[in-house]
Each structure stands twice: as C-alpha cells, then as structure tokens.
C-alpha cells in the first residue's frame, strides 16, 4: 500500500513538470511570427525551439514555462533579455546586433514555446 502510494504521488509530481506543447506555427501572431523569424537568425544555430534537446546551447522549447532557465535563473522577460543582450558563459552578447524590437518579439514567440 505504502509503495503504490509513494508511486502514485511520483507520477503526480512528476507529470506537474511538464509543459503543453509549443503553439503551432500556423497559429502564431504576427509578432509572434516575427519573433520566430528572429530566431530563426539568431538563435537557431545553437538552441532547438520545438524539440527538447541540446544543439549548441540548451533546448528552448517551454523556456518561459518553467520557473526557471537553464542557468537557474528565474525565468522571466528581463532575465532572459538580459542573457540574450549581455550574453552569458558561452552565449556571446547579441545587443549590438538586435534593436528592441527584435527583442520584443523574440520574447513574443519565446512565450509560445
């Protein structure tokens, strides 16, 4: 009773860890398609979007989802706008070649992952 117990609470806490699904392409805005077009650009060559799995640099998909980035910071807009403009251990800077509102609607599609 006691292990049947423990599993039923393991399964609860971990089916708590996942997120829904990135929304369609199909079903993005048009800043959040502008978003994916800057992420496209700039991001894919090290990070997946819509698959849970590392390239150069950690998997996105659910970023904004979770409490928090890979790095264990919290993950929020200024966080993750701070790391992508400042960058971070081997993430290079990108805030000399983004503007604010690549910024922004990067953010805005990061939100649909």
Do not use: W
């Amino acid at each position: 009773m006691i292990r049947a117990s423990f599993l039923l609470l393991l399964l609860v806490v971990v089916g708590c860890k996942s997120v829904p699904p990135p929304l369609p392409l199909t079903e993005l805005n048009a800043q959040q398609a502008r978003g994916h077009a800057v992420f496209q650009t700039r991001c894919a060559l090290c990070h997946y979007d819509r698959k849970d799995a590392s390239l150069h640099g950690p998997a996105l998909i659910g970023v904004l989802k979770k409490p928090y980035l890979p790095s264990g910071a919290p993950a929020n807009d200024e966080r993750v706008t701070d790391t992508v403009m400042h960058g971070r251990a081997l993430m290079p800077a990108l805030g000399n070649t983004m503007d604010q509102q690549d910024m922004d609607d990067l953010l805005a599609y990061l939100h649909t992952l």
